[in-house]
């Protein structure tokens, strides 16, 4: 694709990382101009030595929440000259080898925010869990419904890129941090009215386990797709009124 990354940062939200972080910042030291971790709160500090260039580390004195740590990656990335952020994972669930595709639309003229499509992918098949890939249908359908985003293929994929000149149109302080921020966030992301593209990734998965039980899903996704239609009602009230 020919696409240029120097003006590219790498966002990775970690809290309580273990050795994949490091393989992570190696693969992508070499190939964007920036690398942003964000240390959300962890018991021991994260070091990054041995990562070359320009490698930055912001800390949270406590957990805040994946999605603050991603918001505080983006502006951080956005301040020190970045024109585009990457989200990527600090258990390596993003594919490196995909990041150019991610990062072409934004860099292109055709997008203001990529989302990641894993299930679309020729592999998804063998590499997602079943349940997780029922899962994911199943949140991506209340993501059409309560979002008015029909054409969102994978909504629970956290591989997304921003083009960051956009940040202060999205009220990203209102977007619960926690479990279902990507519902809030392509609830926010519609409303606003911002340029919006897919491109299909490959699902990496390595005996990773969720981070919340069943019961508490059920228990936390009615209250938050109840917020994700209120926030698309006002991003949407809100653009309409400022012309």
């Known amino acids: 694709m020919g696409v240029l990354l120097d003006d590219v940062a790498v966002i990775v939200p970690a809290f309580e990382p273990d050795e994949r972080l490091s393989s992570v910042l190696n693969e992508v030291q070499n190939r964007v101009g ?10 021991k500090e994260i070091l990054v030595e041995g990562v070359q260039g320009r490698c930055f580390v912001v ?5 805040k929440g994946v999605f603050d740590a991603i918001r505080a990656g983006l502006e951080h990335a956005k301040n020190i000259g970045a024109k585009i952020g990457v989200v990527m994972a600090a258990d390596g669930q993003m594919a490196v080898h995909d990041l150019e595709k ?11 925010f990529v989302k ?10 063998r590499a997602m869990p079943l349940l997780r890939r029922i899962g994911n249908y199943f949140l991506t359908f209340i993501c059409r419904l309560v979002c008015f985003a029909s054409e969102i293929m994978d909504s629970q994929c956290g591989y997304m890129a921003f083009r960051l000149d956009m940040l202060d149109r999205l009220p990203l302080f209102w977007i619960y941090p926690r479990y279902g921020y990507p519902l809030e966030l392509i609830a926010c992301v519609y409303g606003c009215g911002l340029r919006i593209a897919q491109v299909t990734t490959r699902p990496v998965y390595d005996g990773e386990r969720s981070g919340i039980s069943v019961l508490g899903a059920m228990v936390l996704f009615p209250f938050v797709a109840i917020r994700a239609m209120a926030l698309r009602a006002f ?6 009124l400022q012309g």
Not at 34 to 43: C, Q, R
Request: charged share 20%; net charge positive; aromatic share 4%.
């Open 34 to 43: 920036f690398v942003v971790v964000v240390d959300d709160g962890s018991s």
């Open 59 to 63: 800390r949270n004195t406590k957990n």
């Open 102 to 112: 991610m990062v072409f639309p934004i860099a292109v003229g055709h997008a203001d």
């Open 116 to 125: 990641g499509n894993r299930l679309s992918h020729d592999c998804c098949p």
């Open 235 to 240: 991003c949407t009230a809100r653009r309409i």
